[in-house]
């Protein structure tokens, strides 16, 4: 007797609003918002419990690369026209902008976000942007940034100039995009400040090409980035305290073709890269106190058959990562064993994007399932009905709970606490997964 075969995943839901191709999905909130970004410059921010949008405008003139959350009330998009912008986008902005989406709006959209920062980078890589939170320019004193008057315009409308007043104020991040000038090197940035703080210049021992993704992480003691190349090597850099030079600590070449895309374990043990090819990367991510020489062999590479994955994105518990495949699959895999635990299929068409819910609290912005607290009001949108509801997370909205007393509270704490996975396409359209 043969075992019944179980019908294929379905997505829980699926977000309908882009008329182009999704290159970029955040999560935002505390999980309570969803943001994606679109081939023709366009962000739509999602309401995850209502599953509509709450804004929509055109925030670049051409495809948006990256998207990222900054603190409670600000969002940073990388375009391919040469910007990096920082918006102000709290939850209670939202109702004085619009949010009509891109098949309805003007070419330039209604009212959009304030802009708070602006700089001018280099986009012929097709390479997203990396932050982090800036310990280490905080422990230094910044006596390494780089203040040369080229590098900064006095105008006060120049791209690259603070145009809040209150900057000074603002908690500083680092910015790494490719280098303005040479696409094979690395240039970091800090903001508020908007001054360049180092240049890891282009390998002159390796033709690695350009640089097609990278990864940057501070501490008091050390500045570390994570770069994939064109070629298909990976080399991990280190800034140390009181230096100049960058160390490279790691170099390897386990892909064949260009990388697509990269990810640090939320413990910062380790990293994985995917490729045009059909490997899958685990790397050892070795500190700047190591003595020996740089290591230049993969922990674990496999085999996938699946040319082709990129978005590959590391769940914030570290248990699971998933990648986008250009054969319109979304793969999810173990981060311990690399084993492939579940292929969803629903789109159509190739997929570009992927990225987890944070169900661990990482910069305190997550949000546990047990957890009475809700982050944010719901708004007044009506409620679409789920393509399928299978959510661990308890879907009786009539039974009470001591902190919350409605409908819309309830409703708002179960999409906070679901494990969304969701998954950008060619197709324009956003899939939202309820998994593991």
Not at 302 to 317: F, W
Not at 327 to 350: C, N, P
Not at 414 to 429: E, F
């Amino acid at each position: 007797m043969t075992a019944e075969r179980r019908p294929p995943a379905q997505p829980a839901y699926v977000l309908r609003g882009h008329t182009s191709q999704v290159h970029a999905v955040c999560f935002a909130h505390g999980n309570s918002r969803l943001l994606t970004g679109d081939a023709d410059g366009w962000l739509i921010c999602w309401s995850l419990a209502y599953k509509r949008p709450t804004v929509a405008w055109k925030a670049h003139e051409n495809t948006l690369l990256g998207l990222a959350v900054w603190g409670a009330d600000r969002v940073i998009t990388h375009g391919r026209d040469n910007k990096l912008v920082v918006w102000k986008l709290g939850i209670a902005d939202e109702s004085s902008l619009d949010n009509i989406l891109p098949a309805n709006s003007t070419a330039e959209g209604g009212r959009k976000p304030e802009v708070i920062h602006a700089l001018t980078v280099n986009t012929l890589n097709f390479c997203p942007f990396a932050w982090c939170r800036d310990e280490y320019c905080t422990a230094t004193a910044g006596g390494n940034v780089q203040s040369n008057a080229s590098d900064v315009d006095i105008r006060s409308d120049a791209p690259g100039m603070d145009i809040n007043s209150n900057a000074k104020t603002s908690p500083q991040i680092l910015i790494a995009v490719p280098h303005s000038l040479d696409s094979d090197g690395i240039d970091i940035y800090t903001l508020p400040s908007s001054k360049r703080l180092s240049t890891i210049p282009a390998s002159k021992a390796l033709k690695t090409g350009m640089v097609m993704a990278f990864s940057i992480h501070s501490s008091p003691t050390t500045l570390q980035v994570i770069a994939g190349y064109e070629s298909g090597h990976t080399m991990v850099f280190a800034l140390p305290p009181s230096s100049t030079s960058w160390q490279t600590l790691y170099t390897a070449l386990p892909h064949s073709q260009p990388i697509l895309s990269l990810s640090a374990s939320p413990s910062s043990d380790y990293y994985l890269t995917s490729s045009a090819d059909a490997i899958l990367a685990k790397h050892p991510l070795p500190s700047s106190k190591t003595t020996s020489k740089p290591a230049i062999k993969p922990l674990k590479l496999v085999q996938t058959k699946h040319a082709g994955q990129q978005g590959l994105c590391i769940r914030s518990d570290a248990k699971i990562f998933a990648t986008a495949g250009w054969d319109s699959r979304v793969r999810v895999y173990s981060a311990k064993t690399m084993k492939e635990l579940a292929v969803l299929k629903w789109h159509k068409d190739g997929c570009f994007a992927t990225a987890f819910a944070d169900i661990e609290g990482s910069e305190g912005q997550g949000v546990d399932r047990n957890s009475p607290d809700i982050a944010s009001p719901s708004g007044n949108a009506q409620e679409l009905v789920p393509a399928q509801e299978d959510s661990p997370v308890s879907t009786d909205l009539t039974t009470p709970h001591p902190s919350i007393t409605t409908v819309s509270q309830r409703r708002d704490l179960k999409a906070q606490t679901t494990h969304w996975l969701a998954a950008g396409s060619k197709d324009g359209k956003v899939s939202l997964w309820d998994i593991f």
